[in-house]
């Protein structure tokens, strides 16, 4: 695969970040019928994790250092297989 | 008042605006100037995702599962995430390949194979259909439901319309029209329907507007916001169970449902569509894998407050929770906010059936149809001339077929069904794909058999666990099926299998669909082997970020550009096969003669060209019809394989067997060069030695003659002049028997005698040997030295005692004639033998030092001092050193003498004596 950069490692990370918010035990923390400001605590935590996985992934995507890991990938590829062959060549 | 007529005339004005925008976008992209090529359109088409089972089935859901519905759209937020490295890898892979489905995806991974792509075409149209359905039963029950305003419609006063009253038939063939129109436009599959994606990112806004509307209108108009709502519900005890998990199933409903929308949002083949054949630039998936989340996350916003609002309003009474979105404002008669849900809402139903519809016909006619009437058509299709008109026709047909379908569902058994527990359903048997799909990118051993067998068992599983059981909810099966199993056996209940209970529905197909289906993947694809088209793919589509260019396929083909030519006229039509051909002569730079054979470049092309109107498999089809089925079978790739690497072998033992002979000519040169050395020491040896052998025959001779030819010479004179000749005839012996000495020293011809002896009686016996020499020569006086601690050494006695003895001699020779001195020093040296045999004569020059131990050198000038040996004393003394594994050297200086050294190593030591040892043996054997 293209080297990504941190990006695509970031990317990861924030997947199993949202794996942990999202999936049972940690789920089980707020499955309470208890209310915080009138809202259920259970709808209160789910969206706001929510929005802020979406908000770092924006951050993450948007850096201008990802522009340079998107564009070792660009269409075309030619470039990528440029680049094995010089390594092919190197090795 | 909302009459009949207004809320069709807005709807027909709402999808007259949808054919306007869907023209609009086509026109542009004729022009060249597309209005979709933005990461904000391709983010809003991917919204399709929301159709009317999120609007209005979210918030059903949400009535009686608390945040249930949430795992639909938390679960495409986690591939999104993810989305950069694993669904630009599948949009890469596609464009590359030209791929224009799901069915086409999985067929080619897995060698272009037909089959594969049928199954997975049957597979989504079974699947997706109740989906469809579901759509037209959302639009028909909404607009029944907007049409009894102001009363509030329940269900059991829906009752059932005529199927020439029904909106929902309407829709379905308003939708065939669109799909017709912007989604058959062109034939070439694979050249986006921008104009229907227009229509679609326009739809999602509209949707999306609409649910914030109500939503808004619910939580702020009918209560005073978030809070208001949630602590009224609060109250009531039966609603607070809908604020925990308990309510939406438990965690394995909430694992279930989340891992099912992983896999719908990218295997769905509506979200294929948009996702990957759509896409109009890798780039956009950058801001589309948070914008998409972030509309999903609004639109899901004020589904819990809607929800909690309709059990509010309604407490009851037997309103369907599925339409509270649309009930709510007419209960409290704002019908602009009602027509508003409802344009929403059919905007929702829509966009899904076109895309969808249009995603299922390009199956169904480039997977299904097209291979089997090429393959196995009395029609002789595949020698008609032109075949766009056919494929469009089918295309089209398709198009009926799918939503009919739909259609026809719904009035079968859409009626007895939530919204939700369909979609499911649907969602479940698209999720069939995601194992062939995710392993086809990762795992390269992944064969067609195993594909096969997953996804064929993981369809059976699912038309047993869900579909025969939605049958059975229609009446068409005994509902004492679904409880006690088929004949009975409750081992085999749908619902619960082999006795697998406490998991819904959902969750409980989900886990035996997956079971079958990755189990079987992955086991037959260890257990069989990939032909060698699957294996090139296999390579293609795993490693696309390192070889983007054409797996390289092997055509021994005979067609010319110009049959190559007419193939693509008969599915694309001549104005785009011309296009194409000129594209490639522009980006290749070469001109194509029809009458040119068509070389793999051009096949390739072709083919390409042709898999995105006809789909991968189809096209390998037809180009090999060309090619007079002329491509090569594996056997005889394989065979052409077997030959190259056959090559390869042969070249390397060609390479191998050069570099040895390159090695013994290198030896044979250097044994040549001491060949030629040798030969070249013979001769020097023989001139010298004749030499050395005729000054004394000189004498001998010339003194013989005076004594012949002068009988009358005096005793005395007559004495002396023969005692010459025997002293000369002794030097001669002496020369002889040196040279032989040398000789078999040099040859290795000489028997030793080696033993381990004390050194100081063997140096004692040589001196008395001498003592005669000594005796003849009174003004030389002799020193001795010899320690009581000297090493035994492992010698031939004899040798070193003729070493002794020709070192001695010579110090006799060579020391001062008027006052000689000799000395013999022996002394252990770090354990050896050392002895030095010195004389005070005149020395050795430098010049001759070097020179002094080979044979015939002898110091000083031999042609004016008389010689004084036979000059191969020193050199048999070397050699018989070194034999011992001893060393002999000198110090000399010139006018005060010569001092002879040599060391033998004690017995034991390493080097020295066990190298003699071996060289004994050898010698006496």
């Given at each position: 695969m293209v080297r990504q950069g941190l990006t695509g490692e970031r990317l990861i990370g924030l997947f199993l970040l949202a794996l942990l918010l999202f999936m049972p035990p940690l789920i089980g923390v707020f499955d309470k019928p208890d209310l915080v400001g009138g809202i259920p605590v259970l709808y209160l935590y789910l969206f706001i994790a929510w929005a802020a996985l979406i908000a770092l992934l924006a951050l993450i995507v948007e850096q201008p250092q990802s522009e340079e890991d998107l564009a070792q990938a660009e269409p075309g590829a030619m470039r990528d297989q440029e680049r094995d062959r010089t390594t092919g060549a190197e090795s | 008042m909302l009459t009949g007529l207004t809320i069709l005339t807005v709807s027909l004005l709402y999808l007259l605006l949808l054919f306007a925008i869907a023209y609009y976008g086509d026109r542009r992209a004729d022009q060249g100037r597309s209005i979709i090529a933005s990461p904000y359109v391709y983010a809003l088409s991917i919204a399709v995702y929301c159709t009317a089972w999120t609007y209005y089935g979210s918030v059903g859901r949400a009535a009686s599962a608390g945040v249930g519905f949430l795992p639909i759209y938390l679960g495409p937020t986690l591939t999104f995430i993810l989305g950069w490295l694993a669904i630009r890898k599948i949009i890469r892979i596609s464009k590359v390949n030209r791929i224009t489905s799901i069915a086409d995806f999985v067929a080619s991974r897995y060698g272009k194979s037909y089959y594969l792509g049928g199954l997975?075409?049957?597979?989504?149209?079974?699947?997706?259909?109740?989906?469809?359905?579901?759509?037209?039963?959302?639009?028909?029950?909404?607009?029944?439901?907007?049409?009894?305003?102001?009363?509030?419609?329940?269900?059991?006063?829906?009752?059932?319309?005529?199927?020439?009253?029904?909106?929902?038939?309407?829709?379905?063939?308003?939708?065939?029209?669109?799909?017709?129109?912007?989604?058959?436009?062109?034939?070439?599959?694979?050249?986006?329907?921008?104009?229907?994606?227009?229509?679609?990112?326009?739809?999602?806004?509209?949707?999306?507007?609409?649910?914030?509307?109500?939503?808004?209108?619910?939580?702020?108009?009918?209560?005073?916001?978030?809070?208001?709502?949630?602590?009224?519900?609060?109250?009531?005890?039966?609603?607070?169970?809908?604020?925990?998990?308990?309510?939406?199933?438990?965690?394995?409903?909430?694992?279930?449902?989340?891992?099912?929308?992983?896999?719908?949002?990218?295997?769905?083949?509506?979200?294929?569509?948009?996702?990957?054949?759509?896409?109009?630039?890798?780039?956009?998936?950058?801001?589309?894998?948070?914008?998409?989340?972030?509309?999903?996350?609004?639109?899901?916003?004020?589904?819990?407050?809607?929800?909690?609002?309709?059990?509010?309003?309604?407490?009851?009474?037997?309103?369907?929770?599925?339409?509270?979105?649309?009930?709510?404002?007419?209960?409290?008669?704002?019908?602009?906010?009602?027509?508003?849900?409802?344009?929403?809402?059919?905007?929702?139903?829509?966009?899904?059936?076109?895309?969808?519809?249009?995603?299922?016909?390009?199956?169904?006619?480039?997977?299904?149809?097209?291979?089997?009437?090429?393959?196995?058509?009395?029609?002789?299709?595949?020698?008609?001339?032109?075949?766009?008109?056919?494929?469009?026709?089918?295309?089209?047909?398709?198009?009926?077929?799918?939503?009919?379908?739909?259609?026809?569902?719904?009035?079968?058994?859409?009626?007895?069904?939530?919204?939700?527990?369909?979609?499911?359903?649907?969602?479940?048997?698209?999720?069939?794909?995601?194992?062939?799909?995710?392993?086809?990118?990762?795992?390269?051993?992944?064969?067609?058999?195993?594909?096969?067998?997953?996804?064929?068992?993981g369809f059976l599983v699912w038309v047993y666990t869900l579909l025969l059981p939605s049958f059975a909810g229609a009446g068409w099966l005994s509902q004492s099926f679904l409880q006690d199993g088929p004949w009975g056996l409750t081992l085999l209940s749908p619902y619960a299998l082999f006795g697998l209970e406490g998991l819904s529905p959902i969750a409980h197909a989900l886990f035996w669909t997956m079971v079958v289906n990755v189990g079987l993947y992955v086991a037959i694809s260890l257990a069989t082997t990939q032909s060698m088209i699957e294996r090139s793919q296999a390579v293609q589509f795993v490693d696309i970020f390192k070889h983007t260019s054409d797996g390289a396929r092997i055509w021994r083909g005979r067609a010319t550009i110009g049959d190559l030519r007419r193939l693509m006229n008969r599915f694309m039509g001549e104005g785009p096969t011309d296009q194409a051909l000129l594209r490639f002569e522009r980006e290749k730079g070469r001109r194509l003669d029809d009458s040119q054979a068509g070389d793999a470049e051009v096949v390739q092309y072709a083919e390409r060209q042709l898999a995105g109107t006809i789909g991968a498999a189809s096209a390998r089809i037809m180009i090999a019809s060309v090619l007079r089925e002329e491509m090569h079978d594996i056997d005889a790739v394989m065979q052409i394989l077997d030959e190259a690497s056959q090559l390869v072998v042969y070249s390397?033992?060609?390479?191998?067997?050069?570099?040895?002979?390159?090695?013994?000519?290198?030896?044979?040169?250097?044994?040549?060069?001491?060949?030629?050395?040798?030969?070249?020491?013979?001769?020097?040896?023989?001139?010298?030695?004749?030499?050395?052998?005729?000054?004394?025959?000189?004498?001998?001779?010339?003194?013989?003659?005076?004594?012949?030819?002068?009988?009358?010479?005096?005793?005395?004179?007559?004495?002396?002049?023969?005692?010459?000749?025997?002293?000369?005839?002794?030097?001669?012996?002496?020369?002889?028997?040196?040279?032989?000495?040398?000789?078999?020293?040099?040859?290795?011809?000489?028997?030793?005698?080696?033993?381990?002896?004390?050194?100081?009686?063997?140096?004692?016996?040589?001196?008395?040997?001498?003592?005669?020499?000594?005796?003849?020569?009174?003004?030389?006086?002799?020193?001795?030295?010899?320690?009581?601690?000297?090493?035994?050494?492992?010698?031939?006695?004899?040798?070193?005692?003729?070493?002794?003895?020709?070192?001695?001699?010579?110090?006799?020779?060579?020391?001062?004639?008027?006052?000689?001195?000799?000395?013999?020093?022996?002394?252990?040296?770090?354990?050896?033998?050392?002895?030095?045999?010195?004389?005070?004569?005149?020395?050795?020059?430098?010049?001759?030092?070097?020179?002094?131990?080979?044979?015939?050198?002898?110091?000083?000038?031999?042609?004016?001092?008389?010689?004084?040996?036979?000059?191969?004393?020193?050199?048999?003394?070397?050699?018989?050193?070194?034999?011992?594994?001893?060393?002999?050297?000198?110090?000399?200086?010139?006018?005060?003498?010569?001092?002879?050294?040599?060391?033998?190593?004690?017995v034991g030591y390493a080097g020295g004596i066990r190298g003699s040892r071996r060289a004994a043996g050898a010698d006496l054997g």
């Open positions: - | 997975v075409t049957i597979i989504a149209v079974v699947g997706i259909i109740p989906y469809i359905s579901l759509q037209l039963k959302a639009i028909s029950t909404s607009f029944t439901v907007l049409l009894r305003y102001p009363a509030v419609a329940t269900p059991e006063n829906l009752g059932s319309t005529p199927i020439l009253q029904d909106t929902a038939l309407y829709v379905a063939l308003i939708m065939a029209a669109f799909a017709i129109l912007f989604g058959t436009r062109h034939i070439d599959a694979s050249e986006r329907h921008e104009g229907m994606v227009a229509a679609i990112a326009f739809e999602s806004v509209v949707k999306l507007i609409a649910f914030l509307v109500v939503g808004v209108f619910v939580t702020y108009g009918i209560f005073g916001g978030f809070g208001d709502v949630f602590s009224r519900a609060a109250a009531d005890p039966a609603f607070q169970k809908l604020f925990t998990l308990s309510a939406a199933g438990g965690y394995s409903d909430w694992i279930a449902i989340t891992l099912l929308s992983m896999a719908a949002i990218v295997v769905l083949p509506r979200q294929f569509q948009v996702l990957v054949v759509e896409n109009v630039d890798e780039r956009h998936v950058k801001k589309a894998i948070w914008l998409f989340p972030l509309y999903l996350l609004l639109i899901n916003l004020f589904v819990l407050p809607i929800a909690f609002g309709g059990l509010l309003v309604f407490p009851r009474d037997g309103v369907d929770p599925d339409f509270f979105v649309l009930t709510l404002p007419i209960a409290e008669h704002f019908e602009a906010i009602a027509v508003i849900v409802f344009i929403g809402g059919l905007s929702a139903a829509t966009g899904m059936i076109i895309v969808e519809t249009i995603a299922l016909a390009t199956m169904v006619s480039n997977d299904l149809v097209m291979p089997v009437l090429l393959r196995y058509g009395r029609l002789h299709l595949s020698e008609r001339a032109d075949l766009t008109g056919v494929l469009r026709a089918i295309r089209r047909g398709a198009i009926i077929f799918v939503i009919l379908l739909g259609y026809v569902y719904v009035r079968l058994i859409g009626e007895s069904y939530a919204l939700v527990s369909i979609g499911l359903m649907s969602f479940v048997a698209a999720a069939q794909f995601a194992p062939a799909i995710l392993g086809g990118i990762l795992w390269k051993g992944a064969t067609r058999l195993g594909a096969l067998a997953g996804l064929s068992a390397r033992q060609l390479e191998e067997k050069s570099k040895q002979l390159e090695a013994a000519t290198a030896e044979l040169r250097a044994a040549n060069e001491r060949l030629t050395e040798l030969d070249k020491m013979k001769d020097d040896f023989v001139s010298t030695v004749s030499h050395e052998f005729r000054t004394p025959l000189t004498s001998i001779r010339s003194f013989s003659e005076i004594v012949h030819d002068n009988p009358d010479l005096g005793i005395g004179q007559r004495n002396e002049f023969l005692n010459i000749i025997v002293q000369e005839s002794e030097r001669l012996t002496r020369l002889i028997n040196d040279i032989l000495d040398l000789a078999k020293m040099e040859a290795g011809k000489t028997a030793w005698h080696m033993r381990e002896i004390a050194p100081k009686r063997l140096i004692e016996t040589a001196l008395a040997a001498m003592a005669g020499l000594f005796a003849k020569n009174p003004n030389i006086r002799l020193e001795t030295d010899i320690a009581d601690d000297l090493p035994t050494v492992y010698v031939d006695p004899d040798r070193l005692t003729q070493v002794l003895v020709n070192l001695l001699s010579n110090a006799i020779k060579f020391c001062n004639r008027e006052d000689g001195l000799v000395t013999l020093v022996a002394r252990a040296e770090v354990g050896a033998l050392r002895v030095d045999v010195g004389d005070n004569g005149v020395g050795i020059a430098k010049q001759d030092s070097q020179k002094i131990f080979e044979r015939f050198q002898q110091a000083g000038d031999t042609l004016i001092d008389k010689p004084q040996g036979t000059g191969l004393g020193l050199p048999i003394c070397r050699h018989i050193l070194e034999r011992f594994g001893g060393e002999i050297w000198f110090k000399s200086e010139v006018g005060k003498g010569s001092t002879f050294s040599f060391r033998i190593p004690p």
